[in-house]
């Protein structure tokens, strides 16, 4: 390549929690360059968390992590045309990569769910995650499920 790979930008922690990962998702969640919505939507969702699992001894931010890493992936498969055909080839995902992953498939469930505010969507996914339940815990298998069938092609790796 001629061009140099761009530096990584350092991602500032965020106010209350004073953490990185709360600030990646907050950027994940957002539109239109409205943050300050996107960190009220998480607070919002966090202390919604907080009241419904009262008799659970995590914090929010605990189970809110606990979650992410429920439905983060480890595998995921790649289309590759190989002679004409169309293999789904799977491969390992790189760290960055879950992290991402693993933000839009709950941000993506969470709006996708009707009726109530994304507030109150994303906490009772988070809370559906943290229990190895939800959509996009469902999503992370069905991934794992395709990875699994397709092992025989794991040879014609990228």
């Known amino acids: ?22 600030t990646r998702f907050v950027n994940d969640m957002m539109w239109q360059g409205k ?11 966090l202390k919604i968390v907080e009241n419904k699992m009262k008799d659970s001894e995590d914090s929010p931010l605990e189970i809110w ?10 595998v995921e498969v790649k289309s590759r045309r190989i002679g004409g055909a169309t293999f789904q080839v799977p491969s390992e ?15 993506g469930v969470a709006r996708k769910r009707s009726g109530k505010s994304m507030a109150e969507n994303l906490a009772f996914e988070i809370m559906a995650a943290y229990n190895s339940e939800g ?24």
């Open 65 to 74: 992590k606990k979650a992410l890493e429920n439905i983060t992936p480890s």
């Open 135 to 158: 959509n996009a815990f469902k999503k992370k298998e069905e991934m794992h499920r395709m990875a699994e069938a397709n092992k025989a092609f794991s040879h014609f790796k990228f």
């Open 1 to 22: 390549m001629r061009k140099s790979k761009p530096k990584k930008r350092r991602i500032l922690p965020d106010p209350v929690y004073n953490d990185t990962r709360v």
């Open 93 to 107: 995902v790189r760290q960055d990569r879950k992290i991402s992953v693993s933000h839009k498939w709950l941000i």
């Open 35 to 45: 943050k300050s919505i996107s960190f009220k939507i998480f607070y919002d969702a």
